[in-house]
């Protein structure tokens, strides 16, 4: 952001919003400079994702007003939004799943070719991946969306956003799934963008990316505005401070496990074009942390082990004994349960109640003769809501209703609730804020001292070496070696994670 340049793009002014038992938003204001990135904090449930909603045209306002270089807009559907030059890219994505990458870059506005009413494909195909390669990602612009990993479809989220010509881009946790290289990609287009005299807010809980990227910052709390300030002028223990009004704790190590019996074997695994000869055994009580670049085959093994995906060959043994596992049925049947990074698409059933959706994988804990028992089944929700602190006026709100990190809180209920000897975390902070950061690590040091076998996938190494006793760090469908807590850091991580000796 140039010095002269500093006047407000955009100005959001005394903002309140209201849901059904929840006062998301009480009075907050928020001042976008042009050409500026300004980051949007606070824990999850703050409010953050319902202010931009607001301004995408998702949701209406219940008071306050808007504000677009200096003159008052009225922003009453996504499609005014649009036209006013405001793109969002949402945290929950937004993707159509069965058209291609390059389809949902252009939804809407697809390049026409001198026919009238006729799409020109090859235009819109060359543009699209022009977009996507300018990212710096490898993807195919014609694959179908749901055909992608998370991380790519978040790519494709932020190339549909950042081809319109907009004025203001709102990015809400753009980064929860991205490795270190598409991260720099993205700070990289950014920049750009600024330069341009674009002004952008970015959501994010990874606080180093706002010291990086954002000039300034707005901190809410409990729906209200806390603070705006340069960045410069904060470090890390303050925003933390406005954020949860407490000090806190950073990772707690986890306490190294007593070697006890192997829980789970994988023994020559194989799945065609995906996973080539996978060996892994992790024990009672011990955290093996699987490590390694997006698309190395880390969420492949999970799902081969938990019959979500066919294997070609290998075999799986539980406590010694080989077993067959064909569907994610027979998995959970075995105690073995899988927390996906992808809560929309696996985790949970989003018009459904927090209770039922706690209870989902395991009603036969509560049945008997094939009723299910609600008064078990709320008293076990009302204890996971209150242990993992999920933010919900009560038990019965819709899980679509939760914030972000609400929701990613559920899913990890659910799979308690099934008491799983082996348990698979797919990114299991991804959106978390950095309080409730600190309870998930506990809960998970609590588990193995229970003596449940956990495999912990995370593209954060502080993560994966505070809670790991073993890491293993996987490269393009291969694990390309093993470090035990003592020898691991960073860089020899991301050695073998980048196909290095
Ligand atoms: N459609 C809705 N209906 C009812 N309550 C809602 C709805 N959307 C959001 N809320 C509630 O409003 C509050 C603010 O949610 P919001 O999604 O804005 O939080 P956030 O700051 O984005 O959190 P996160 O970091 O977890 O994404 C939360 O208590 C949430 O449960
Ligand atoms: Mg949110």
């Known amino acids: 952001m140039t010095e002269e340049a500093v006047v407000p793009a955009l100005e959001m002014r005394h903002i309140s919003k209201t849901f059904p038992g929840v006062r998301a938003l009480d009075d907050v204001s928020l001042t976008v400079m042009l050409g500026e990135v300004h980051a949007l904090l606070g824990e999850n449930g703050a409010g953050k994702s319902t202010l931009m909603k607001i301004l995408a045209g998702a949701h209406p306002k219940d008071t306050g007003e808007i504000l677009l270089n200096g003159k008052p807009v009225h922003i009453d559907s996504p499609q005014s939004a649009m036209e006013l030059g405001i793109s969002i890219i949402y945290q929950e994505f937004n993707l159509v799943p069965y058209l291609n990458a390059a389809e949902n870059i252009f939804l809407g506005r697809e390049p026409r070719a001198k026919i009238p009413s006729f799409v020109d494909f090859r235009k819109m195909y060359a543009d699209a991946q022009a977009i996507i390669d300018r990212l710096g990602v490898k993807l195919n612009v014609r694959t179908p969306v749901n055909r992608l990993s998370v991380a790519q479809q978040q790519m494709v989220e932020i190339a549909k956003a950042t081809s319109r010509k907009s004025r203001v881009i709102v990015m809400d946790e753009p980064s929860a799934t991205l490795t270190e290289h598409e991260l720099a990609s993205l700070f ?24 990086e990227i954002a000039n300034r910052v707005t901190i ?11 960045v410069a002028d904060l470090d890390r223990d303050q925003i933390i401070r406005y954020m949860v009004g407490r000090e806190l704790k950073d990772i707690i190590p986890k306490a190294p496990a007593a070697v006890k019996e192997p829980a789970l074997r994988v023994v020559h695994l194989n799945r ?4 080539h000869d996978i060996n892994l055994t992790v024990h009672c009580g011990e955290v093996l942390g699987l490590a390694g670049l997006v698309g ?11 019959g979500a995906d066919p294997i070609d060959s290998g075999r799986i043994e539980l406590f010694g004994k080989p077993v067959r596992i064909h569907s994610p049925e027979s998995a959970i049947r075995h105690g073995i349960g899988l927390i996906t990074e992808d809560r929309k698409a696996q985790g949970l059933i989003l018009g459904m109640a927090v209770r039922e959706n706690t209870t989902l994988a395991n009603l036969a804990a509560l049945s008997r003769f094939g009723f299910v028992c609600r008064a078990k089944e709320r008293e076990a929700a009302t204890k996971y809501v209150k242990d993992l ?7 019965e709100q819709a899980v679509q209703n939760l914030s972000g990190g609400n929701q990613q809180k559920v899913v990890l209920a659910k799979w308690l609730f099934t008491k799983s000897k082996i348990l698979l975390f797919d990114e299991p902070t991804r959106g978390i804020d950095v309080g409730a950061k600190t309870e998930i690590y506990q809960l998970i040091n609590q588990l193995a001292a229970e003596g449940v076998a956990i495999i912990m996938i995370s593209s954060e190494l502080p993560e994966i070496l505070g809670m790991s006793d073993r890491i293993l760090v996987m490269h393009e469908g291969r694990i390309a070696g093993e470090l035990s807590r003592a020898e691991a850091t960073q860089e020899k991580i991301m050695h073998l994670a980048t196909g290095g000796e």
């Open 188 to 211: 990289t287009l950014i920049r750009q963008l600024q330069s341009e005299g674009v002004s952008i807010v970015y959501i994010s809980h990874r606080l180093e990316e706002v010291f």
């Open 220 to 230: 809410l709390r409990d729906g209200r505005w806390v603070a705006t300030e340069k």
């Open 272 to 275: 065609t074009g995906v996973l």
């Open 296 to 306: 190395a085959g880390r969420t492949e093994v999970a799902r081969a082990i938990f």
């Open 389 to 395: 602190r999920v933010r919900t006026p009560t038990i």
